[in-house]
């Protein structure tokens, strides 16, 4: 047990510059909101809905995060911060990490998927602070999503989305190779990222986005591409 801990919170010391030990990383919240989580759960999944509730209850006063008992959450899960919500069916691979003020909010079921309200995250996901992911869609494997970005539809494996609503942005969809190192708050373009000027980052983003688009249409032109020179 005590082995299990020490590699949680060595993993969270890998992905967070803050920490000075993993005693430190004890009073992080999002750390207790996965615990409570943990006990809410085995509740929830033994049908005892209503102590599962309190224990939700207690811990979202506590932390200030909320995780439906009915969420799904794999190994070594970090929130970063807190002010977070899961919802009920929402599911959350290994070595996910979200940022604060993200939801993984639900949509009405009418799309043929039965029961499934909220978002899927395959193993290593980052999700940026302030982004919704909403409805039952599947965040791939290493895909990362922007801050402030609003994803209502599935997220190919690798890919990185900015935007309302999301879109790909530097990969272009498809499978694309695990990054050589952790990239806080999933943002893409820049090596250093500040978020305070987030959004100046996403106009990047969506200008670099935009011109790529130009090229390839003025490719398919050849006249337009005499008129420019």
């Not at 008992?69 to 977070?84: L, Q, S, Y």
């Not at 209502?152 to 690798?158: E, K, L, N």
């Amino acid at each position: 047990m005590f082995g299990r801990l020490a590699a949680y919170l060595d993993s969270i010391r890998a992905r967070d510059p803050a920490p000075h030990s993993r005693l430190e990383i004890l009073t992080y919240p999002g750390v207790w909101a996965l615990g409570w989580h943990r006990v809410a759960h085995a509740l929830y999944r033994r049908r005892l809905f209503l102590l599962a509730r309190l224990v939700n209850h207690v811990s979202r006063a506590w932390t200030a995060i909320d995780i439906h008992p009915g969420a799904t959450i794999g190994r070594n899960f970090f929130i970063d911060h807190g002010f977070v919500v899961i919802g009920e069916t929402a599911e959350i691979g290994d070595d996910v990490t979200i940022y604060q003020c993200v939801t993984l909010g639900g949509t009405s079921p009418d799309n043929g998927v039965a029961g499934k309200r909220h978002p899927t995250l395959a193993d290593g996901v980052i999700i940026g602070s302030g982004a919704q992911v909403l409805g039952p869609i599947l965040v791939g494997p290493r895909a990362r999503v922007g801050a402030n970005a609003v994803v209502t539809r599935d997220v190919p494996a690798g890919a990185v989305m900015v935007g309302i609503p999301a879109r790909p942005t530097m990969v272009e969809g498809g499978v694309a190779e695990a990054p050589s190192r952790f990239v806080p708050y999933g943002t893409p373009c820049s090596d250093m990222f500040d978020p305070a000027t987030q959004r100046l980052e996403i106009m990047r983003c969506e200008l670099e986005s935009m011109r790529k688009r130009l090229d390839a249409l003025l490719e398919e032109h050849p006249a337009a591409e005499r008129d420019r020179a």
